[in-house]
C-alpha cells in the first residue's frame, strides 16, 4: 500500500502549509501503508517514477533489517503490467456481457403470452421514443402483421429468435445517446434463415414489399441470412452510413453521435426506464432481480 502526498504546483505557499500540516491526520485515516510516493505535478504520475520511489523505500528498509534485498524494480513492473493486462481481459468481457444485455435477462412478449401484450400493442410500444419494446418480429403475410415476438433488450435479445429455417420481418427501434443528446432510428429488418427451403424463400420474400408497408415509417433497411451478419457493430455501422448519405447528419457528426457507446448509453437509459415493468435493476450488466410484477401490478 502507497500513500500519496501530491503538492500541486499552483497550489500558494499559505495553503500549501496548511494542507500539509493536515498530512498526520490523512495519513492516520488512511492507515498503514508501505511506503510514501511524492508528486508535485501529474507528469510524475507514472509507473515508472512511483516504483524508483517505491524502490528507494524498500531497499532502505531491508538495509535496516541487515539481509539482502529481493525487491527489484523489473519484477514489480511485470507484476503490475500483468496485472493491468488481466484488468483489460476483464474489462473486454464485462463489456461484451453488457452490450449481449449482460447478464439482465427479461421475458419476451411471447414468453408473457398473448394475455399481456398483442402484436399490436407490441409494434405501437416499438415505434414509441421510449416504449417498453425496442424490437418486434412479424412472419411473411400479405395483409395483416401476424406477430411473431417482441423485446425489450434490442439487437442481442432479437438475434436468441432468429431461427435458420425462418424468414421473418422486424421493427427494431435503436436509440443513439441519453437524454436531450438522443436520436432515434427505425430499422426494417428482413431476415431469410440460410436453412430456409428455396421455394419457401421465394414465397416469403415477394411479401417484403407489403411487409415493409405494414412496419413504416422505417430509417434504414437491413438484410440478412446469418447471426454473423446480425450484431451490434454490423448494424450500428450501417445506420450510421444511411444517415450521412441520406444527408440527416455530416460525417463527422454521424461519426461521433452514430456508435456503439452512444448505442449502448441510450439502451442501458431505456432498460433502467422499463426496470419496474419488468421487475429488475435496468442494469444490463447485471442479472435481473427476484422482484416480479403481475399483469394487474403494471397495469
Not at 535496516?64 to 523489473?74: H, L
Amino acid at each position: 500500500y502507497l500513500f500519496v502526498h501530491f503538492n500541486g504546483e499552483g497550489v500558494s505557499v499559505v495553503k500549501r502549509g496548511q494542507w500539509n500540516a493536515k498530512k498526520g491526520a490523512a495519513h492516520e485515516e488512511v492507515g498503514s501503508t508501505h511506503a510514501e510516493v511524492k508528486m508535485t505535478e501529474v507528469e510524475q504520475c507514472t509507473l515508472d517514477n512511483v516504483l524508483d520511489q517505491v524502490a528507494s523505500k524498500f531497499v532502505s528498509d531491508d538495509d535496516i533489517s541487515g539481509g539482502e534485498s529481493s525487491f527489484s524494480i523489473s519484477a514489480m513492473k511485470a507484476d503490475y503490467e500483468s496485472m493491468v493486462k488481466e484488468a483489460v481481459v476483464a474489462k473486454k468481457e464485462f463489456d461484451k456481457k453488457k452490450a449481449a444485455g449482460g447478464g439482465l435477462e427479461r421475458k419476451t412478449a411471447a414468453e408473457l403470452g398473448a394475455d399481456f401484450v398483442s402484436g399490436e400493442s407490441a409494434l405501437k410500444s416499438v415505434r414509441e421514443d421510449m416504449g417498453a419494446f425496442n424490437w418486434a418480429l412479424f412472419k411473411p403475410s400479405k395483409k395483416g402483421t401476424p406477430f411473431y415476438n417482441a423485446g425489450s433488450l434490442s439487437i442481442n435479445e432479437m438475434r436468441k429468435w432468429l431461427k435458420d429455417d425462418q424468414v421473418l420481418f422486424g421493427l427494431l427501434r435503436m436509440g443513439f445517446g441519453s437524454g436531450t443528446f438522443r436520436r432515434t432510428k427505425w430499422l426494417f429488418l428482413h431476415w431469410s434463415g440460410e436453412e430456409v427451403k428455396a421455394v419457401k424463400r421465394g414465397q416469403a420474400n415477394a411479401l417484403k414489399g407489403n411487409m415493409h408497408r405494414m412496419l413504416q415509417p422505417v430509417s434504414v433497411d437491413f438484410e440478412c441470412t446469418s447471426l454473423d451478419d446480425f450484431t451490434v457493430e454490423r448494424v450500428v455501422d450501417t445506420v450510421k452510413r444511411v444517415v450521412v448519405v441520406d444527408g440527416d447528419t455530416e460525417g463527422d457528426q454521424a461519426t461521433n453521435a452514430f456508435t456503439v457507446d452512444s448505442f449502448m448509453a441510450a439502451l442501458e437509459e431505456e432498460a433502467k426506464k422499463t426496470a419496474e415493468m419488468f421487475g429488475d435493476s435496468g442494469d444490463l450488466a447485471e442479472g435481473s432481480g427476484e422482484k416480479k410484477l403481475t399483469v394487474d401490478e403494471v397495469i
